[in-house]
Each structure stands twice: as structure tokens, then as C-alpha cells.
């Protein structure tokens, strides 16, 4: 159900994959539900990149055409939420060690997650076929690219805040009174407030809005004023 060409580009960029039979009967599904004529409705309402974007388009494309988007989009949200519940699954589907039957019983648990939100079958040829070119190692990064399309596609931005420790709710609906009275808010857009947590930034906050991104971290002004320092010394 992924359309040939986004297929295309995704295997030939990719490293160890499968014996061309076992990859062919995985993507054969993808390209019948992609051959229907192309339209507006159909077509992913943003441009993305990498692999995981590639194949997010090529996943919106299939159920944009089989009518299916919303069930998609809930899969996928099931399945974000099985990552968030275990950080290490996405170690686990980049183990370079997987056999065929590991990957099949991978496939099986995660769709136990999904449960009969996935009528038609869109998702489950979306993880056999990274499973058949070697690339379940992107589901992660596919879920959170499809989050994108469908926010584009209701006409949301999306507003990431990154922070050291989580915010409060009335934090984060005074950010987003703040931000959606700004210029980076175009009239009849909504926001979708995306919080996240990052250590790593020691303190302060990243605001990520749209393609813009407002670094006001500890981190980076530590890395700033290092910086300074090198270059006067």
C-alpha cells in the first residue's frame, strides 16, 4: 500500500536487506493500494525527509486512498504510546541480530497493541514491510513523522516544548496562550501543544514551532559562553 516509487527510495538507501523474495511479497500489498491515480486528497500536506519520513508519506498516501487515516493515525498513536511505555523496544528493533521469526513475533506483539483498530490492514503491511528491508529500526521515528501529516492535514502546528523535568499544565497552556498570539501562528491554525522531557539540556527550554526552533536551554548558552571563552582565549 506504500506507492512504488516511496518504496523505491527507502529500499535503495538502505543497508542489509532480505532476499528479494521475502522483500517483494512485503511489498506488493503497498504498491496495489498506491496505483490508484494520484489527487490532492491524497497527497501528504508536507514535505518530508529521511527514511522514517519516507515512509510516513508513502503510509499517508496508502491510507489517504483506501480512506482510512483516522484508523491509521490511531494505530500509529497506539504504537507511539507502546514506546513510551518501553524505552527499550526501540533498541530491540535495531539489533542487527533479528532473525525473519524474531521480526514476525515482534510484528504479532505489536499488533496485539493495535487490536482491531487496523481493520484494513494498512499497518500491518507497514511493519511487515521494515521488517522485510531491515528498517524496523525506523517505526519510532515513522510514528512520530505521521503525527506531522495528520497535524498538517487538521490544519495544526505543532508546538514542542522540550525540558529538563516536565512541566506543570498551567506552564504549558501559558506558553501556548503566548505562542498562538504570535507571528509563527497563521489565522485558522491551531495548536497542538507536544511536551517533552530531556535531561540533557540541564535547564530553560526548547520551543520548536513548525520548522522554527527557539533554543533558550542551559545547555546551549553553557555551549555559547564556552565558545566566548575559546575564542577570546
Known sequence: MFSSRALTTAIRTGTPRLPTAARVAATRSYAAAAAAPSSAATKPPVALFGIDGTYASALYTAAAKTSTLDPTAKSLDTLGNVFK?????????????????DKQQIIAELQKHIGGQDKDGIVKNLLETLAANNRLGALEG??????????????????????AAPLDNRTLSRLESAVSKSQYISQGQKLKVVPKVNPDIRGGLVVEIGDRTIDLSVSAKMARMNKLLKDTL
Open 85 to 101: 511505555r518501553d524505552p527499550k523496544l526501540a533498541t530491540i528493533l535495531t539489533a542487527p541480530t533479528l532473525s525473519v521469526s
Open 142 to 163: 515513522v510514528v512520530e513523522k505521521f503525527a506531522i501529516l495528520i497535524s498538517a492535514q487538521k490544519g495544526e502546528v505543532e508546538l514542542v516544548v522540550t525540558s
